[in-house]
């Protein structure tokens, strides 16, 4: 705070794929701001139903017995695209309260079926699972986790992102009858777009189901097409006991985010009288929020997006490539369908990846630094090829000046 409180960058207005800044300067957002502008800026169709929306019931609570048709068909649909379309889903508002969800979920499952003593969560290093106590104390880079004079949650081992046996060797380490479960990115965001086999997630998805722990999929940046699927665990042929969703569910027109379980752990809260999952926010299933996820969900589809992000995949990379000629890149990192790196060549250097975000933008292309050192590269599915090409040559721009 002390360094940019007096000269914060302000982001005015967006159009399609870009953003203009108060003078009016045009720039090419590449991170899709924080991952979700997936749809782009300024679509009127999803205003519109938010607005009409809004004029009919703003928001109503979704507290006992109450409902309201968006938040219903929301959840349905939802779960009909999901790798379990008899799933059930909890709604909240962002990424963050679905991973404390997730994990609170999960160990109350395990209480409802007559097993206390699973409480141990594995995760993995460069994992980022949001800022509640849950996801700071699941997240694999350590500077987020300190300074709060100790684990804010227990029980917590975390393991390399990309080594299945050290899972194994974690619970046997720990007891299999103690696992709750594992937290997963299938590919890793925040921590530096770290994509790993679709090997490595059936093997590590049977060795914590064979313990006996919940496969939970942590969907916030891959879910609603990003990963060229519904889910990328539609796309890997995974089957996650539990998933957690944000951001492109109603890229940014409202917050919301939300959990996704499979029948096997919803059944006990449907099927048992009286047993009760105490959890729910004010804003669980708000209205106008849903309908952003509806019209969002219907451009998509309508649109072929989650195709378009596959598609992504190779133009980025090979776009970026190029990079690599350039002294302060490392390597261009490949994701998984609209997801790439351009890892810095940082050295000893700890204030380049800032630097580079900074030099970047000026050129007219907004990025981010991320875990080790890494820029962002997330870009909404709408782009087409020239603006692909485009976008390339503002990083080139950005970086050869440094
Ligand atoms: C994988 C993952 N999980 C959880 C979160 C937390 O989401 P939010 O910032 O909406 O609370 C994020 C945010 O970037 C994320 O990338």
């Known amino acids: 705070m002390s360094k940019v409180q007096h000269a914060p960058f302000i982001v005015d207005r967006g159009e399609g794929i870009y953003v203009f800044d108060e003078e009016g300067r045009r720039y090419l ?3 899709a701001s924080l991952w979700y502008m997936n749809v782009g800026y300024g679509r009127t169709e999803i205003i519109e139903a938010m607005t009409a929306q ?27 695209v999901s790798p379990d379309p008899g799933s059930k889903v909890f709604f ?8 404390d969800t997730a994990a609170k979920m999960a160990r109350r499952y395990f209480n409802a079926i007559g097993q206390p003593e699973r409480t141990v969560f594995i995760s993995r290093e460069w994992a980022y699972h949001g800022m509640h106590p849950y996801g700071t104390s699941l997240g694999g880079m350590e500077p987020n986790r300190v300074g709060y004079g100790g684990d804010l949650v227990a029980d917590i081992v975390i393991v390399p992102h990309d080594d299945s046996e050290a899972v194994e060797k974690a619970i046997d380490h720990t007891g299999a009858e103690r696992i709750a479960g ?16 679709q090997d490595y997630l059936t093997t590590v998805q049977d060795l914590v189901k064979k313990a006996g722990g919940l496969y939970i999929s942590d969907e916030v940046i891959t879910g609603f097409g990003r990963a060229g699927d519904w889910f990328a665990a539609n796309r890997f042929g995974l089957e ?12 940014g027109y409202a917050p919301l985010g939300g959990v996704i379980a499979a029948r096997q752990v919803a059944a006990p809260f449907f099927e048992t009288p009286g047993l009760i999952f105490r959890h729910g926010y004010t804003y ?17 589809e309508r649109e072929g997006l989650a195709a378009r992000a596959a598609e992504l995949e190779d133009e980025l990379y090979q776009a970026l490539l190029p990079l690599e000629e350039l002294p302060v890149v490392d390597h261009v990192r490949r994701g998984v369908g609209a997801l790439a790196a ?15 975000a900074v ?15 890494a820029l962002q590269v997330s870009p909404p599915f709408i782009m087409t090829p020239e603006q692909v090409t485009e976008m390339g040559a503002l990083f080139r721009t950005g970086l050869e000046g440094l």
């Open 182 to 197: 594992i937290f997963v990115e299938p590919v890793i965001g925040a921590g530096g777009v770290r994509p790993v086999g």
């Open 29 to 31: 957002d590449a991170a």
């Open 342 to 356: 351009v890892q810095l060549a940082v050295g000893d250097d700890d204030t380049l990846p800032g630097r580079a």
């Open 359 to 373: 030099a970047c933008r000026e050129a007219g292309v907004l990025t981010r630094a991320m875990g080790g050192g």
């Open 284 to 300: 669980s299933g708000h209205t106008t929020a849903c309908v952003a996820g509806l019209v969002v969900m219907d451009i998509l």
């Open 92 to 99: 909240g508002s962002g990424g963050s309260d679905a991973v």
């Open 54 to 80: 809004m004029e009919k019931l703003a928001a109503f609570h979704t507290f006992i017995d109450y409902a309201t048709r968006p938040s219903i068909d929301l959840a349905n649909k939802i779960a009909a």
């Open 240 to 251: 996650p006991d539990l998933i957690t969703f944000a951001k492109g569910v109603t890229c």
